[in-house]
């Protein structure tokens, strides 16, 4: 996954560094993220999106058209990144917090099985219990669905917690 850790810069607070276990465990646990890529007007563009991860990937679901599939065909290279818990500490001018951020290739040509199952990953993360309505769904939508595979190149948590008294 890190073989390219030179071209990303270190997290500047080594002491908020979060284990790499922990920030997969967010990652994988996490509602949605944002997914943040380089604009076809130069501008950066991020979007909030639900996902899925599974064996090193994170899947996404879309429309077959939009703006985002045009930033992704001119450059596929982007960065997700989770939120997971946050306490603003009020008059303590600081915030507990855990994050993580992923950076990695989207790949936007999957075949009709990865994304029938990318599918079946992202329904039975948001609607468990449900497997029998989300296969007609899925099937009713399949060809106005388009699913986005990102393969992680490089990973990293942080997090913030202050010690209690």
Not at 17 to 44: P, Q, V
Not at 98 to 103: G, T, Y
């Amino acid at each position: 996954m890190d073989n390219n850790r030179s071209i990303f810069y270190p997290v500047r607070r080594q002491d908020r560094l979060w284990s790499e276990t922990s920030a997969r465990k967010l990652l994988d646990t996490g509602e949605f993220g944002t997914l943040s890529m380089c604009g076809t007007n130069g501008y950066g563009y991020g979007i909030p999106i639900s996902y899925v991860t599974e064996n090193g990937s994170i899947y996404f679901h879309c429309a077959p058209e939009g703006y985002k599939l045009m930033c992704l065909q001119a450059n596929n290279r982007v960065c997700f990144t989770v939120v997971g818990r946050t306490h603003v500490i009020s008059g303590g001018f600081t915030t507990e917090y855990e994050s993580v951020m992923v950076f990695g290739k989207i790949d936007i040509n999957l075949s009709d099985e990865e994304k029938r199952h990318a599918l079946e990953l992202l329904s039975a993360k948001y609607n468990p219990g449900f497997e029998e309505r989300a296969a007609r769904y899925i099937a009713g939508s399949f060809a106005r669905t388009f699913v986005l595979r990102m393969d992680i190149e490089h990973l990293s948590g942080k997090m913030k917690k202050l010690k209690t008294k």
